[in-house]
C-alpha cells in the first residue's frame, strides 16, 4: 500500500500568515488522485481538496492544492483563526485508500 | 446539504462485536458509495472497507478481512458496519463517510460526526 508521509508535523504561524504543507507518497500516485481534508478538535474531518487541486463545493479560494506524481502541495495563502487545525492528505489512486499521519497549523 | 447521522457511543468487552449504523439524509443512497474510516486517538484516519448499496458490492481493507461486515438495508436507507473479535487497539472513532461511485476508491464528503467505540 502506499505510504503517506506529511511535513512538516507542527507548523506555528500567525493569523494573515501564509501556511505551505506537504504530502510524499512512497509510490506514484495514479491520476493525482490527492485529496486534503482539515480536521478542527473534535470534530469529524471536512474535505477541502480531491484530484490535487480542485477545491470542493464552499471551500474559500484561500486553500489550494498542487502537485503530481509522489509530491503534493497544500497551501493556504492568509491564515484566518478557524483554519487552525490539523490536516491530512489521502490518495485515492490505489486500493487500500491511505492517509497521512497528519500537519497540526497552530496560533503562533 | 447531506448529512451521515451515526448511531451512539459504545463500550465493549475484548472478544466481543460492535454494530453501527449510519443514515444518509436527503436522496442519495442509491446513488453514492459509503466508506468506514476509523481514527485511533492521536493518530491519522484508517479506511475500513466500503459499500456500494445500489449494487450490493461491498470492498474491505485487508487489515479487516474476515473482522468486519458492511452491509445496506434499502428499506430503511441505512448502513451498517459490524466489527468482531474486538481487542483494545479497535478502540477509536468511526466515521461513516460517502463517496462518489467514479472510482474504485474515492475521496469522502461529507462524513458523519463519527461514533467512538471504546473496547476494554
Known amino acids: 500500500e502506499i505510504v503517506l508521509t506529511q511535513s512538516p508535523g507542527t507548523l506555528s504561524l500567525s493569523p494573515g500568515e501564509r501556511a505551505t504543507l506537504s504530502c510524499r507518497a512512497s509510490?506514484?500516485?495514479?491520476?493525482?488522485?490527492l485529496a486534503w481534508y482539515q480536521q478542527r478538535r473534535g470534530q469529524a474531518p471536512r474535505l477541502l481538496i480531491y484530484?490535487?487541486?480542485t477545491r470542493a463545493t464552499g471551500i474559500p479560494d484561500r486553500f489550494s492544492g498542487s502537485g503530481s506524481g509522489t509530491d503534493f502541495t497544500l497551501t493556504i495563502s492568509r491564515l484566518e483563526p478557524e483554519d487552525f487545525a490539523v490536516y491530512y492528505c489521502q490518495q485515492y489512486g490505489s486500493s487500500p485508500s491511505t492517509f497521512g499521519q497528519g500537519t497540526k497549523v497552530e496560533s503562533k | 446539504q447531506v448529512q451521515l447521522v451515526q448511531s451512539g457511543a459504545e463500550v465493549k468487552k475484548p472478544g466481543s462485536s460492535v454494530k453501527v449504523s449510519c443514515k444518509p439524509s436527503?436522496?442519495?443512497?442509491?446513488?453514492?458509495?459509503f466508506s468506514w474510516v476509523r481514527q485511533a486517538p492521536g493518530q491519522g484516519p484508517e479506511w475500513v472497507g466500503r459499500?456500494?448499496?445500489?449494487?450490493?458490492?461491498?470492498n474491505y481493507a485487508q487489515n479487516f478481512q474476515g473482522r468486519v461486515t458492511i452491509t445496506a438495508d434499502k428499506s430503511t436507507s441505512t448502513v451498517y458496519m459490524e466489527l468482531s473479535s474486538l481487542r483494545s487497539e479497535d478502540t477509536a472513532v468511526y466515521y461513516c463517510a460517502r463517496g462518489p461511485m467514479t472510482t474504485p476508491t474515492t475521496w469522502f464528503d461529507p462524513w458523519g460526526q463519527g461514533t467512538l467505540v471504546t473496547v476494554s
Open positions: 484530484g490535487a487541486s
Open positions: 459499500i456500494i448499496p445500489i449494487l450490493d458490492v461491498t
Open positions: 509510490q506514484s500516485v495514479t491520476n493525482s488522485y
Open positions: 436527503g436522496d442519495t443512497f442509491n446513488t453514492y458509495t
